[in-house]
């Protein structure tokens, strides 16, 4: 299959590798160009079902001595994929065309400097015809959004480059936890992808049907990536010698969680939606199905493990359910099977969760574990439990 070239753009530390990995599902380097800068190489990287590939740059350093040998190695690179283009000399996987740059900027730095936009467009003077989307990376809020954006427009105005800007998409490419009970769910990439393949050439995007599949995997990974912060944070919570009487530990954990994920379906904050959060919380209460699974693992042969651990393994197991059921009804509800009026329904499918196999999938994770296992281990044991 024919594919675009994506150039990636910006100072180190942005965090573009994060956003490769969310973009791309299972990205792998295809090959790279050596120098002699900081991050040494630059990256060729492909996914699956996606139609471009992202070259990933060295980035910016703040010395000018780091930073021209980073303008310089990709001046060179993309002189000599011109070239190649121009001879097709290269096969067509090898085809180095640029079709859209991606310059990345941090979005907690609350200030494009000039400096930036002018590295920028010397290192793609191969390139000058080429779209750029600018991509503000760890943009978490929607004040900080709203500001950058303004911020980068006008900053691309006075250059007087805003007939090359095509667009700019705010991201967050990997969960953040500000604590237990407040996570930023990745934000922006769907939004990203679709603009990216909208700008390749007809001959290479893929249909619209093709794209919202696409997306729809990434948020599904997305989602996990937001069940496996919860499940930590529920581990160390509940990793206590005393039995789980309620769900105190965990509701504001759960709580979380479920936002996370709804938010990574587009699901608006309104009163229907806050009734079919609380009804999921509700019905994820630990205390009778808690008590259950204990006294059941206490009949299995070879289950002797402290009351902490035990518990730690329970509370994630719930965490990881939840998430789950979460996962599977904003999904419905996304693809427009189901509305956040099936109330009844969402509370029979958490109550399905809870009570299908729990006891399997904790076991499973106790006998997988070492004698005095870290939180981390915990939660890997949890993890594969379920995958299993």
């Not at 973009?23 to 990256?43: F, I, M």
């Not at 009163?271 to 008590?291: D, L, N, P, Q, Y």
């Not at 009351?307 to 197991?317: D, K, L, P, R, Y």
Request: charged share 25%; aromatic share 6%; net charge positive.
């Amino acid at each position: 299959m024919e594919l675009g070239n994506v150039l990636l753009i910006g100072e180190s530390g942005v965090g573009k590798s994060t956003l490769i990995n969310a973009v791309l599902k299972k990205p792998e380097t295809e090959t790279g160009y050596g120098t002699t800068g900081t991050t040494k190489r630059l990256e060729i990287y492909r996914g699956e079902d996606v139609p471009f590939r992202v070259i990933d740059t060295i980035g910016f350093e703040p010395t000018f001595f780091q930073k021209t040998k980073a303008i310089n190695a990709i001046k060179k690179w993309s002189k000599e994929s011109a070239k190649k283009s121009e001879k097709k000399e290269a096969e067509e996987e090898d085809n180095r065309q640029i079709h859209v740059i991606w310059f990345c900027i941090e979005g907690t730095r609350r200030k494009l400097f000039r400096d930036s936009i002018r590295n920028m467009l010397r290192a793609t003077h191969m390139w000058k015809s080429i779209p750029i989307i600018v991509v503000i990376t760890k943009s978490y809020s929607n004040a900080e959004r709203r500001e950058n954006v303004k911020m980068v427009r006008d900053a691309f105005e006075k250059w007087g480059k805003t007939d090359r800007l095509k667009d700019v998409i705010p991201v967050v490419a990997a969960p953040f936890v500000i604590d237990e009970d407040n996570i930023i769910p990745p934000n922006g990439i769907d939004e990203l992808i679709n603009t990216t393949n909208d700008l390749m050439p007809e001959a290479i995007q893929l249909s619209k049907q093709d794209v919202e599949a696409y997306i729809l995997t990434r948020k599904r990974a997305f989602a996990q990536g937001v069940i496996a912060t919860s499940v930590v944070a529920g581990v160390t919570a509940t990793a206590i010698p005393v039995p789980i009487a309620d769900g105190a530990l965990l509701s504001a954990i759960e709580l979380a969680e479920i936002k996370a994920v709804s938010s990574i379906y587009g699901i608006k904050r309104d009163e229907k939606s806050k009734i079919f959060i609380s009804t999921m919380v509700e019905v994820g209460t630990v205390s009778a199905v808690a008590r259950s699974t204990i006294s059941m693992l206490k009949t299995i042969p070879g289950i002797n493990i402290a009351a902490s651990i035990m518990n730690a393994i329970i509370g994630g197991s719930f965490v990881t359910l939840i998430g789950e059921a979460a996962t599977y009804a904003f999904e419905q509800i996304y693809l427009g099977n189901k509305t956040l009026e099936d109330t009844d329904w969402v509370k029979k499918l958490m109550e399905t969760k809870l009570a299908d196999d729990l006891t399997v999938k904790v076991e499973t994770a106790i006998r997988s574990l070492p004698a005095k296992p870290t939180v981390k281990e915990i939660s890997r044991a949890i993890g594969d439990a379920f995958k299993k």
